[in-house]
């Protein structure tokens, strides 16, 4: 993250991370497949928060309400990160390819947040849309919170996320 600060993701090569991070190259290519993987990997930590969230919440709760316990459990995870958050957000945001890949992790996680709803029996079209919706809730709030400085919790933006969608949804204006 120093170095892509430092010199930008374009100009930083895997051999300057490797020697920051104290590591051979051969090391880093054992833990990751490209320097981009460097800024995903805590999506595997993500999903898991987000597929155990939606399997813990309560078997009487509505897909939407489902998603929003999964989308809490994984702001928990962002909030004692917030500076690092926002660093690695700045860097992705400088860089086409970056985002990229950003959308296509968003992707993964709806895709995965869906299937988690389909393994609690809610039918198609709703357990897709019920995840797309979640995390359209989350990008949205985790874009908020990221430009705040201050004791604001991700999980209070992802709280009117949620009201501002179901605010819409019953024609009213958020």
Request: glycine share 8%.
């Given at each position: ?9 374009e100009q930083t090569t895997v051999t300057e991370i490797a020697k920051r991070a104290g590591l051979t190259e051969r090391t ?147």
């Amino acid at each position: 993250m120093e170095l892509y600060g430092e010199r930008g993701y374009e100009q930083t090569t895997v051999t300057e991370i490797a020697k920051r991070a104290g590591l051979t190259e051969r090391t880093f290519f054992r833990h990751y497949a490209d320097k981009r993987e460097v800024l995903f990997a805590g999506s595997a930590l993500l999903r898991e928060r987000l597929v155990s969230g939606l399997a813990g919440a309560p078997p009487s709760a509505s897909p939407m309400e489902a998603v929003a316990e999964a989308l809490q459990a994984a702001a928990v995870v962002f909030d004692e990160r917030h500076e690092r958050a926002r660093q690695r957000q700045r860097i992705i945001t400088a860089n086409a390819e970056l985002q990229e890949r950003e959308l296509v992790k968003l992707a993964s996680l709806a895709s995965a947040m869906g299937e988690a709803l389909r393994a609690r029996d809610v039918s198609e079209p709703a357990a897709s849309l019920a995840a797309e919706a979640g995390i359209a809730v989350f990008k949205v709030a985790f874009e908020r919170w990221i430009d705040t400085i201050g004791v604001r919790a991700l999980g209070a933006f992802i709280v009117e996320g949620l009201a501002g969608l179901e605010s819409l949804m019953s024609g009213g204006r958020p």
